[in-house]
């Protein structure tokens, strides 16, 4: 228990000292996470939609295949990630190895699964007679979809907000590929890492909370937008 | 306006719509009744475009809807269609109200104005704001129909509107569509299970009962002369027997019921028929009043009285055949009628409905 009061005592002076570390490593996570969202979201989105409107053969069977990459290990993202991105690898030539756009691709894999997954939960969760009066009404094919988008919106904010949180929360691809190098590829995931293996929990607990205080605010923001 | 022909759908085996021809005239109200599941949501659905028939073809304007693929919105565009359950979308009733306009590329303060005025006669002004979901069923479905009258269509289709909604919301829908159709003249296809909606609003009705319009007419032929046991049953006929017909002089037919004969009129040769006798055109006596005029007169044994609102339902078992009368609730107290008392039942022949059997 006194750890934990520790930790809380020590990310409020982190914070309030803004220390320069600390500030710098959580402009770095929120920089990441919130580019690989964002693509995540450009990629996703059309995608979920396009699935989930169209009729082919094994369409159930694909749906259930990006269920089952919610459960990715973050690890093999990030060695397969690795092994595509080393030198060597077929897409050695980005130079993206150690490097944040390294990590931003690794995330990105990571949170498109589930993204589109939720996307499509969201359009099929639409009551098939809004589908049918947004056609009755003359809607032309772009209008028929963008209509869905629009009246799904607060479950396709949800799978936003639910891929950030797996974008921010993760370590294992994060230190794959970006290889927690200071002052460059480190975040607070992996330097959350680094000071648990060196028996710095206090600090350790201390940017868990600080990494909290980031989801929450991002939370707090998007349930702002969703009251309007 | 719009012209059936041979018009089928089938889902898998099972056929929904067999076969159906009609026409269906500008400016008309034409009713589809019938009980639930018998496809007349299908019907309308294969109209607005929503389904392609498995077979046949429906023309709107004289122009064929197999022309049109199933997202053309030339055509689509020209109707409208309100769903049995009220749905809105998660908007302001102002942005439920104007999406049709919208879709049609109508500037925001154009649309704006015209939202103004549907308000205004669907009753809901100052509304413009509100969450659309937060409206009642019946305020929802008003919202529906004015969603879909704004983009001032040809012809309005309606499933069933009023189903789900409580007997004032639906007198507000019943007044909405006949203001449409008159003052906008606009064309107005329904579907509806209930039979005195159809006889309050429709100018041609249409019984439909296994996927096919089983009669087709003005509404009070429909009620008067039902074309067979089911259409009778459907209209609330409470008396439907079958029997064995034989002529006996011109226009009078004589039908055995296998207990009691009794007299309608028509022209049937020896033949099995269906009769009907509507339960308000027989006519119950407890003694003996003198010469009773009806050229049918059978006694029997009251067997069951059913009450229903100030009126009851008398049923009196005649030699094995059970017929039922209609009798006020004073009348039951004053004749003092329980089961098991003697009584005559009279009818007049032009009340027995002769039909065929199927």
């Not at chain 1, 009246?151 to 290889?179: D, L, P, Q, Y």
């Not at chain 1, 959350?192 to 940017?207: D, P, R, V, Y």
């Amino acid at each position: 228990m006194e750890d934990i009061l520790s930790a809380i005592n020590t990310a409020i002076t982190l914070i309030l000292t803004w220390n320069p570390d600390v500030i710098e490593i959580s402009a770095r996570t929120i920089e990441i996470t919130f580019t690989s969202v964002l693509i995540s979201t450009i990629i996703a989105l059309p995608l979920g939609t396009l699935i989930n409107f169209s009729s082919f053969k094994g369409k159930k069977t694909l749906i259930s295949l990006i269920q089952t990459l919610y459960s990715l290990p973050t690890v093999i993202v990030g060695l397969v990630c690795y092994m595509f991105l080393s030198r060597t690898g077929p897409l050695g030539f980005l130079g993206f190895l150690f490097t944040p756009n390294g990590m931003i691709f690794g995330q990105t894999i990571l949170v498109i699964p589930i993204m589109t997954g939720m996307t499509i939960a969201a359009l099929q969760g639409i009551n098939p007679i809004i589908s049918d009066t947004i056609r009755s009404l003359g809607a032309n094919r772009l209008q028929f979809l963008t209509s869905h988008i629009r009246e799904a919106r607060f479950a396709i904010m949800a799978a936003v907000v639910i891929g950030f949180s797996r974008a921010i929360s993760e370590v294992g691809a994060a230190i794959m590929i970006g290889g927690n190098i200071k002052g460059h590829t480190r975040v607070l995931t992996t330097a959350i890492s680094l000071q648990t293996s060196m028996g710095n929990f206090t600090l350790s607990l201390a940017l868990g909370i600080i990494l909290l205080g980031i989801a929450l605010i991002i939370n707090l923001m998007m349930g702002y937008l969703q009251q309007r | 306006m719009i012209k059936l022909e041979h018009v089928s759908k089938s889902f898998g085996d099972r056929l929904i719509i067999d076969s159906i021809d009609a026409e269906i005239p500008q400016g008309k109200i034409f009713t589809i009744i019938g009980p639930s599941g018998q496809g007349k949501t299908t019907l309308l659905r294969l109209i607005n475009l929503l389904d392609t028939p498995s077979d046949g073809e429906i023309f709107f304007n004289g122009i064929s809807l197999k022309k049109y693929p199933k997202n053309n919105t030339d055509i689509r565009r020209k109707m409208g269609m309100v769903f049995q359950t009220p749905v809105a979308f998660n908007e302001t009733v102002a942005t439920n109200i104007g999406m049709g306009l919208t879709y049609r590329g109508i500037s925001k303060s154009e649309i704006q104005g015209l939202v103004a005025e549907k308000l205004d006669e669907i009753g809901l002004s100052g509304y413009e704001n509100r969450k659309a979901r937060t409206l009642s069923g019946g305020e929802m479905q008003r919202v529906s129909l004015a969603r879909v009258m704004i983009t001032k269509p040809d012809l309005l289709l309606l499933d069933e509107p009023t189903a789900n909604l409580d007997p004032v919301s639906t007198t507000k829908i019943e007044e909405l569509i006949r203001y449409y159709n008159r003052t906008c003249g606009t064309t107005i296809i329904m579907s509806s299970h209930d039979l005195y909606q159809g006889q309050r609003l429709a100018d041609i009705i249409a019984v439909m009962m296994n996927g096919k319009f089983v009669q087709l007419g003005e509404t009070i032929s429909v009620f008067s002369e039902p074309c067979s046991a089911d259409v009778a049953h459907f209209i609330g006929i409470r008396n439907i027997l079958q029997g064995r017909a034989s002529q006996v002089e011109n226009g009078l037919v004589q039908v055995d019921l296998g207990g009691i004969i009794i007299y309608g009129l028509g022209s049937y040769s020896e033949d099995e028929v269906m009769v009907a006798i509507r339960p308000e055109e027989i006519t119950l006596h407890v003694e003996e009043t003198g010469k009773i005029s009806a050229r049918n007169i059978v006694s029997g044994f009251i067997s069951d009285i059913q009450p229903y609102g100030i009126i009851s339902h008398v049923i009196v078992n005649c030699s094995g055949i059970f017929l039922t009368t209609q009798v006020t609730w004073q009348s039951i107290r004053d004749l003092n009628l329980k089961p098991g008392i003697e009584v005559k039942l009279s009818f007049k022949a032009p009340s027995v409905h002769l039909m065929p059997v199927r």
